[in-house]
Every structure is written in C-alpha cells, then in structure tokens.
C-alpha cells in the first residue's frame, strides 16, 4: 500500500504550474497546498475530482475565508499544514516545530519562505515544497507506505 500527497505552495495564480505538477504526479490521491493559491487549490478541486484537495490562507490569499492552518489524519499520520506566515517563518523554524510537536504532527507542511525544506528531526518530517511558481520551481511529495514515510523536494 502506498498512499501519495502532493504538496505544494505559493503559486500566486499560476495554475499552469499547479495544474502541470498534478499531471505529472497523477499516482497522488491527496494535495494540499500550503498558501498563497486559494484560486488555484478551487481550480483542481474542479479539475480533478477524483483527488482530495485541501489548502489553508496564505498572506496573499487576501480576503480569503480559509483557515490559517489545518490538520488531517491520513494512514494514522498527523499531518499538520499552514502557509507559515503565522508562525514568522522566514525568521526561523523554532515556532512552527513546536506547535506541531504540540499538537503531535507526525508530518509538518508549510510554504511562504519560496525555499525547498526537507528535513526529519527527531520522529517529525519537515516539509516546505519551495514555490511552484518560482524560478526554481519546487513542489514535495510524501508517499505513506506500510514501512513508514518518505518525503522528497521534486524541482521542475
């Protein structure tokens, strides 16, 4: 059994990226898109029916009625996601770590700083899937299998 996620971030109205990325990970059964693309998260959701698409509010997502973050449970994971404004990203990780320590994430998504993040510490996988948007355009990918987790920053 492998269960895949896509996960991406900070697509500022690029559907095309967003769109391209779902294509090409077509195995995915589940995306969540950490921010900053509330119009395109609408978009797969009419696009790809058969996926399951969650996104939260990022700062650019002005106006946006989404939740700040949010939180899943897929496979008997925890997966904890939010665009990471919230959490001062950009000035460093020591925050959102412990609120999803907190909250006992067993995966912890998050976006805004437009930087690819891939990093397991001690029993929590870390992921930020950099800008779909970017010119060095990223997204992630978590495949939940019966032996465990594994993440990896796929560049396009």
Known sequence: ?????????????????????????????????????????????????????????????WGSRLPVQGELCIEGKKIIYTHG???????????????????????????HTHTPLNEYEDGLYIMNPGSIRSWNASYGIIDITDKGIMTNIVHI
């Open 1 to 61: 059994m492998i269960l895949r996620i896509l996960v991406i971030s900070d697509s500022h109205g690029d559907y095309r990226a967003v769109r391209d990325a779902a294509l090409s990970q077509m195995r995915a059964e589940v995306i969540i898109h950490c921010g900053d693309g509330e119009s395109e998260a609408e978009s797969l959701r009419r696009d790809f029916p058969d996926k399951a698409v969650y996104c939260v509010k990022g700062n650019c997502d």
């Open 85 to 111: 404004h919230a959490y001062s990203v950009k000035s460093g990780y020591a925050m959102i770590k412990q609120e999803a320590r907190q909250r006992g994430a067993d995966i912890l998504l998050f976006g």
